[in-house]
């Protein structure tokens, strides 16, 4: 019998086999965070042969270079230089599509060193490795408690450990400057480790953890995003967004990183809309903007400037000619017996109401007029003496 285990984190799934205890490890595609899509697999070539993306625990990744003359493929688990000891990682990205990362990022083949890849991970360094992985949860625990004892505003988010389980990295968030000399003096002695501290902020931590957005898809920031650009209020502003703190805000705390997404489009929508300061004077009275729906470049004015119950679109093009008319001194007919019709959105499925999935009510029979004295007076019989 087997035992399968999927670590989403490093995007592996391990295989246990009951009878003879070995686990296997393979390269889980789809589970691994901020992955790339080989778009260009099976173009030959050999460019960048011996150049490879190796992915660690959540988005950390770097370049390696194959310096150990074994056939490595994609979703192989290699042992890897690093600053000190080794690393464990997998091979997640090859081929042509390793240059093109390395000029989204800045890096030049021809001038810049690349740590090399030592060989192929053996039983025992998956071993070692798991050993390290297990120590991760419960060192962030125990992490945690002792910055709280000393008394440092900081929060420990995640920690990993290197391959060879000789050194781990802890991400910590904190609002301002933090003086952690004495506690990494302190992490020293009690995990018997070297140390390394690597400062985050909310979105990254999100990212590193993961989740599910009110959207019901996995979180941007955990499955492509990056690089965080900075979001505030006026991106929903220009969207004309209700500003609620709870509904603009992901799961991080902050400013949904989506806010940003669609700016652009608004921008370039309001560059058409005019800028309606003044009622608009028609043969019949005056008419009060009221709404704006930015994206249909449509205008809702009224003849009630406190009411919205009878509204009447006009498009972006046709309140900027009125507007010159009014200047002019023309007024234009009545908007009432203009077509104002707007199409608006049907649904594929058609207009069913929602109420079809209640069950349907049972109708009440309608009762006897004996049957509403009976329940006024009492007994049938009448009021007992």
Known sequence: MEKTNIDCNRGVVSVQDSETGITSFSY????????????????????????????????????????????????????????????????TLEGPLVGKQMRAKGIDPANDEFKRIYRKAKQNDIEKWQEAIAR????????????????????IGDVEFQGDGSKAIFYYIADGRVDFRQLIKVFAEEFRIRIEMKQIGARQEAGLIGGIGVCGRELCCARYISHFKSISTAAARVQDLSLNPQKLAGQCGKLKCCLNYEV???????????????????????????KTDILRETLYFSYDKGSDSALYPLLAEDVLEIIRMNRNGIKPESLRRQDNSVPEFVSAVGDDSISRFDSPKRR?????????KRTRGGSPEGPSK
């Open 28 to 91: 889980r595609e789809g589970c691994c965070k901020l992955r790339d899509h080989n778009y260009l697999k099976g173009i030959p070539d050999q460019s960048y042969k011996d150049l490879f993306e190796v992915r660690f625990k959540n988005t950390r990744k770097s370049i390696y270079r194959n310096a150990s003359g074994q056939n490595v493929k994609l979703g192989d688990m290699v042992i890897v230089e690093a600053a000190t000891g080794c690393d464990l990682g997998i091979v």
């Open 136 to 155: 991760e949860h419960d060192t962030m625990i125990q992490a945690r408690r002792i910055a709280a004892e000393m008394g440092l505003e900081m929060k």
């Open 264 to 290: 652009a489009a608004y921008q370039d929508a309001q560059t058409r809309i005019p800028r309606v300061q003044e009622p608009l004077e028609f043969e019949d009275g005056l008419v009060y903007l009221r």
């Open 364 to 372: 009440k029979k309608n009762r006897s007029k004996n049957a509403r």
